[in-house]
């Protein structure tokens, strides 16, 4: 039993386990970032609406 290359075994694994979560976390956040930009955008009003009317004789 090698109890260093255990021990080194064990820290990549949690090092690896904390890089990933932490990429989850970042990729949520630019979700979450992404869906309240187009909440606002779609909140908007149209930039030409109610200008113009349109008109049949």
Avoid: Y
Avoid at 17 to 25: A, D, G, Q, W
Avoid at 30 to 57: E, W
């Amino acid at each position: 039993m090698n109890i260093p290359a255990l021990s080194i075994g064990m820290n990549q694994a949690a090092l690896a386990e904390k890089v990933s979560i932490s990429l989850l976390k970042k990729v949520m956040d630019t979700a979450q970032q992404d869906q309240n930009q187009l909440v606002q955008m779609l909140q908007a009003p149209h930039p030409t609406s109610g200008q113009t009317i349109d008109l049949k004789v």
